[in-house]
């Protein structure tokens, strides 16, 4: 008998001969796959080549940075569950993935990129343009593999999307060697639909869930934790029930945003570093912590050793290698949530638990009238971030997809934005990666075209990839982008003020004319920075039909609180 | 939690990128290797690597979950030094004209449970296999004595236990035998 690795499902049944440039093209259409993004160079010729011929059927927006490509891809992801593309030359090309890649495995987004790399003939002698970009990359993908062979093409592509998919999903990296593009294979596609020595999912143990549902059902004071897992495992009806049934408040981490709606009576609102109170402080106090698809990252638990000591841990997870990991659970319940949590719903008995409850509405009272109030509200002379998030959610009543970038104003979209539906934030949680929003935001809006976008990004991260304005021009791809603009590196600058004695080192930024740069892209722009004026600014950026630039001049020296500084227990949470 | 020596054995698909991915996650994490071995297995087309580092339980525990995660990595396992059946191999170039002034070379390799590999006209090679101590010992004996060349290779081990791999991997082939 043959050995076999992996298994296939036979899709396409005729076979054609084709280069394999074109064969890479043909997996991408066998994989659904109808946009991608890149950019060309030498190496990767052969197969712009083929992309030209169907440029019918894949649309392949050209980004201005390899970086925007992956970030591009990655908010396509993010918003559709499907898996993002990017490709890209060899040597520069390549390494300017690697940014995205890295995100992306933090972030467990589904990619597959795709870089074109020397002849094969060529490879180990330092060729131009030569990178060993699959060693670079070994430790940020799930899988990476080198293609040297034609032949190999179909059944590496599909593997590939396989394992960027399945399980806890992940990016992929494919190197294909120029000669490999140009050669000649006979091309049939089978998907992948099993590798012997990868499971994307464990074996459920109903003995655990069960374990789990008696230690809920005794439970005096529960609290859920759940993370970007329920929504990757599309668990958001079954979350919603098992709080609903057991009447548990349930908080998010920044990756869980929207996979519960905001406004639902038992959410209280962010853990973590710039969290809310509530469930930050009730950590330490809870019997129950039930953590769902999330992975204890230190942001959220501060000093690990006075984490949550007193609760009973029950650990929802699908990567086995993440329990324990950081937290020892008491109960590990393995599996994709969408079937754990199915099991758990049967087990659990219904509960209100309003006592408890009382306590998250308390505590958010007294973070309300310490710090949202006046965010809200605020009265000085100069806008604050909130008050400009909170003129959005007036506009997009939860509606919209909201990606950020990376910093406070990241921190205050994530608390202050509004979500309806899952899949609706789109945020660098794991890598904070300065950048991502405004490419991850026009992924975002050719993933959900018929939802409205809005990037918020700071003045920093908006020079880290501004050039894709260029994309957003040639492209049009509709999306709002709002720079909150406080003239400083404003996170970090928090950090000099509250640690190192405000030596603003290298944080204040002499910016350039935005609105200028914009309409140098003619992208529609305004600039505002009176709070008589910003109602009707979002409005003319809120009913625009097209890409809308608007620039909010911000409070130079707002930080952003409720704070768990570096080392402290998650009940030391800062209120300033 | 002390520090202990742990022998981490990795079943994994023959392919060359692995080495570095393996290596990567003990780099990561600052953990030394202090050997590592990667041969063909018992089950055809996969490889065994034998890697040998000294960590704590709590450590060697996430890594080797890190591992298993890696997509090509059929099994990971961790062992104490109690669960395995292990060895090394030592070769020792002695120079004949020093060693001669001490010992009898036949009485010496019977004495060392060494053995001859080959000789030449100035000096000789012997091989010892044994565990750490045994070829430290003779090392130590020798070195006085014209040793001119020293190599040890990693350690290799076989567990007490059953490793299961092929009930692994037939269970993939059966339950994916339609196509
Ligand atoms: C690529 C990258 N470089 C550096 C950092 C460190 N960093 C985190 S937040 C921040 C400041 C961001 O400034 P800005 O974009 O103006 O946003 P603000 O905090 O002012 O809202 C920096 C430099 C990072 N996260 N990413």
């Given at each position: ?19 394999g ?13 109808g ?6 160079g030498?190496a990767i ?7 030209y ?7 392949h ?8 490509a ?7 992801a993010r918003v559709?569950?499907?898996v993002g593309?990017a ?22 987004t ?15 002698s330092?060729?131009?343009?030569e ?7 070994t430790p940020i993908?799930?899988?990476?593999h080198?293609i040297t062979k ?7 592509l599909?593997k ?7 399980g ?6 494919i190197?294909?060697?120029?000669d ?11 998907k992948?639909?099993?590798i ?9 143990d ?10 809920i ?6 609290l ?20 609903e049934?057991?009447g ?17 009576p038992?959410?209280?609102g ?6 809310n109170?509530?469930?930050n402080?009730?950590?330490n106090?809870?019997d ?11 942001r ?7 984490y ?5 841990i ?52 007294i973070?309300f009238d ?12 100069e ?5 400009v ?5 007036n ?20 608390r ?21 929003a ?18 918020i ?46 030596r603003y080192?290298?944080?204040?930024m ?28 979002i ?6 039909n097209?890409?809308?630039?608007l620039?909010v001049?911000?409070e ?21 | 939690?002390e520090?202990?020596n ?6 994994t ?13 003990f ?32 450590k ?24 395995l059946?292990?060895?090394e191999?030592?070769?020792?170039k002695?120079?004949?004209s020093?060693f001669?002034?001490e ?11 060494a ?21 430290e010992?003779l ?17 290799i081990?076989?567990?007490k ?16 035998s339609?196509?």
């Amino acid at each position: 008998m043959e050995l076999k690795t992996a298994s296939f499902e036979k899709v396409s049944t005729e076979t054609t001969t084709v280069s394999g440039a074109e064969a890479v093209i043909k997996c991408l259409l066998e994989e659904g796959v109808g946009t991608i993004y890149g950019y060309p160079g030498g190496a990767i010729m052969p197969i712009y080549d083929e992309l030209y011929k169907y440029q019918d059927q894949i649309h392949h927006v050209l980004t201005r940075h390899e970086q925007g490509a992956t970030h591009a891809a990655q908010g396509y992801a993010r918003v559709t569950g499907k898996v993002g593309v990017a490709i890209a030359t060899s040597g520069p090309g390549a390494t300017n993935l690697v940014t995205g890649i890295a995100d992306a495995q933090i972030d467990s987004t589904p990619l597959v990129c795709i870089t074109g790399q020397v002849g094969s003939h060529l490879l180990g002698s330092d060729a131009f343009q030569e990178t060993d970009i699959v060693g670079i990359s070994t430790p940020i993908t799930k899988w990476n593999h080198q293609i040297t062979k034609a032949s190999e093409i179909p059944e590496v592509l599909a593997k590939a999307f396989f394992i960027a998919r399945s399980g806890r999903p992940g990016p992929v990296l494919i190197d294909i060697t120029k000669d490999a593009q140009f050669a000649s294979l006979e091309f049939s596609y089978k998907k992948c639909s099993g590798i012997r020595s990868y499971t994307p999912t464990p074996e459920i143990d109903l003995l655990q869930i069960e374990r789990a549902a008696e230690a809920i059902n005794h439970a005096k004071k529960p609290l859920i934790v759940f993370g970007q897992g329920v929504i990757l495992g599309e668990a958001e009806a079954l979350l919603k029930q098992v709080v609903e049934k057991a009447g548990i408040p349930a908080a998010w981490t920044i990756l869980g945003l929207s996979a519960m709606p905001t406004e639902h009576p038992l959410n209280v609102g962010m853990v973590g570093m710039h969290g809310n109170y509530g469930p930050n402080m009730l950590t330490n106090e809870c019997d129950v912590l039930i953590a769902i698809g999330m992975r204890f990252d230190d942001r959220v638990t501060g000093d690990l050793s006075r984490y949550a000591k007193q609760a009973k841990i029950i650990h929802f997870e699908i990567d086995p290698a993440e329990v324990h990991k950081n937290v020892t659970a008491d109960i590990p319940v393995l599996g994709n949530v969408k079937e754990t949590l199915k099991f758990l719903l049967e087990f659990l008995k219904p509960n209100k638990h309003t006592a408890w409850h009382q306590k998250f509405k308390d505590l958010y009272k007294i973070e309300f009238d310490k710090i949202i109030k006046d965010e809200l509200h605020a009265r000085g002379s100069e806008l604050g971030m909130a008050e400009v998030i909170e003129e959005i959610n007036n506009w997009t009543k939860g509606d919209a997809i909201i990606v950020s970038d990376v910093g406070q104003h990241q921190m205050i979209a994530c608390r202050y934005a509004k979500f309806n539906s899952s899949r609706s934030n789109v945020t660098s949680g794991g890598l904070g990666t300065m950048g991502f929003a405004l490419p991850a935001a026009m992924g975002a809006k050719m993933g959900c075209p018929d939802r409205e976008v809005v990037a918020i990004i700071g003045d920093g991260g908006f020079q880290m990839t501004i050039q894709e304005l260029g994309t957003i021009f040639q492209t049009k791809i509709p999306i709002k982008i709002v720079v909150l603009n406080n003239g400083f590196l404003g996170m970090v600058r928090q950090w000099q003020q509250l640690f190192f004695d405000k030596r603003y080192a290298s944080t204040e930024m002499i910016n350039p004319d935005f609105v200028a740069i914009a309409r140098g892209y003619q992208i529609k722009s305004n600039h505002v920075s009176e709070r008589s004026k910003l109602k009707d600014a979002i409005k003319e950026m809120m009913e625009a039909n097209e890409p809308y630039f608007l620039e909010v001049k911000v409070e130079k020296e707002n930080n952003v609180f409720p704070m768990i500084p570096t080392g402290a227990a998650v009940s030391e949470i800062r209120l300033e | 939690m002390e520090k202990k020596n742990f022998t981490v054995s990795v079943y994994t698909e023959n392919n060359p990128g692995l080495l570095s991915r393996i290596a990567a996650i003990f780099l990561k994490r600052h953990i030394n290797i202090e050997s590592i071995t990667v041969s063909k297995s018992e089950v055809k087309e996969v490889m065994r690597f034998i890697i040998v580092v000294n960590v704590t339980e709590e450590k060697i525990k996430k890594v080797v979950g890190q591992i298993e995660k890696q997509i090509e990595v059929i099994k990971a396992y961790y062992h104490t030094d109690e669960e395995l059946i292990f060895q090394e191999t030592a070769l020792y170039k002695i120079r004949t004209s020093d060693f001669e002034k001490e010992w009898k070379l036949e009485d010496f390799l019977k004495e060392n449970n060494a053995w001859m590999v080959t000789v030449a006209p100035d000096f000789f090679v012997i091989e010892k296999t044994g565990k750490r101590h045994e070829t430290e010992s003779l090392y130590e004996k020798l070195k006085p004595y014209g040793l001119m060349q020293f190599v040890r290779s990693g350690r290799i081990a076989v567990s007490k236990n059953e490793m299961q791999i092929s009930g692994m991997l037939e269970k993939f082939n059966t339950t994916n035998s339609n196509s």
